[in-house]
């Protein structure tokens, strides 16, 4: 593991156009289970889709029950080094964007600058109308859901509200996939970071970038479907692999 953890840290220290592509593995040192690890939230709980979101009161009951249950551990959720190891990145211009599939903001909590974040699966902050598109704070609408057991309407139009964060079936937000996609067709460096690489469309970016010829190195716990054409696979703790690659406590 030594030797491939001074290959990542000659790589990104070579590197002018970084993606670090990050998952649900970067954010379970912090407290937030993963949904497909050993420990993920799918063994326990069954999703509510988006077209059954959508389609049934019932379903947005269950999940607002849902969000109240965990809310406690998004809060309390602080960033852990492997956090600060991309902030870090970042800082020294060696990270160009990060593109993650989490909804916890925790790189912006590590102090990465909005701007250079982007969040292909939107986040846990802020909730959407479904039908005229006005976000409010979600914080909020779920504490109006903890006192009536009901979930909100929209104020402006009377429609859907949900978390801003998709579920299953429920299209990516095309804006953030686009500059993730041009950033990825660009890269010198891939990086992914605790991601089980199973969810698509995200999962085609580390495909592009190495296809377009970046460098792809791949840092996760468990084998993952690209380990295959990855340069560099690191099978360890991202906060242990990267905070020793990059210097950072
Ligand atoms: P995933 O659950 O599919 O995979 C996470 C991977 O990380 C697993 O392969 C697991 O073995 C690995 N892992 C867990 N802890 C690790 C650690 N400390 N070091 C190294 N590897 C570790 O997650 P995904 O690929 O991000 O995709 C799942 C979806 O879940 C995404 O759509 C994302 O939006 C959502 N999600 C987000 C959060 C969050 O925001 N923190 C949490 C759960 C799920
Ligand atoms: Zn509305």
């Known amino acids: 593991m030594e030797r491939e953890i001074s290959t990542l840290a000659a790589w990104l ?11 649900a593995g970067i954010s379970t040192a912090s407290g937030i289970p993963d949904f497909r690890g050993p420990q993920g939230l799918w063994r326990r709980i069954a999703p509510v889709t988006f077209v059954e979101y959508r389609a049934s009161a019932a379903a947005r ?8 249950q965990l809310a ?10 492997g956090h600060r190891a991309v902030a870090a990145l970042v800082a ?6 990060v593109v993650t599939q989490n909804v916890d903001r925790l ?3 590590a102090g990465v600058p909005e701007e250079r974040v982007v969040e292909l699966h939107g986040n846990f902050e802020r909730a959407r109308c479904l039908d005229c598109g ?16 009901e979930v909100p309407a929209c104020g402006a139009c009377g429609g859907v509200m949900k978390v801003d964060a998709i579920s299953f079936g429920e299209p990516l937000p095309a804006d953030a996939f686009a500059r993730a996609r041009e950033a990825s067709l660009a890269a010198d460096l891939f990086l992914v970071l605790g991601s089980s690489l199973s969810v698509y469309p995200a999962a085609e970016l580390p495909l592009w970038a190495a296809r377009a010829g970046a460098r792809l190195a791949i840092v996760n716990r468990e084998p993952t479907p690209l380990d295959e054409i990855a340069q560099l696979v690191l099978r360890g703790d991202v906060g242990e692999v990267l905070g020793d690659a990059v210097g950072v406590a």
Do not use: C, D, M, Y
């Open 92 to 97: 020294a211009g060696k990270g160009h964007l």
């Open 72 to 81: 406690p551990l998004w809060a309390e959720a602080r960033p852990n080094r």
């Open 61 to 68: 009951r269950r999940a607002f029950a849902l969000h109240a």
């Open 13 to 23: 220290g070579a590197a002018r156009r970084a993606v670090i592509f990050t998952g």
């Open 107 to 109: 790189h912006q909590a």
């Open 134 to 149: 006005v976000r409010t704070p979600f914080a909020a609408l779920l504490e109006r859901f903890r006192q009536s057991g």
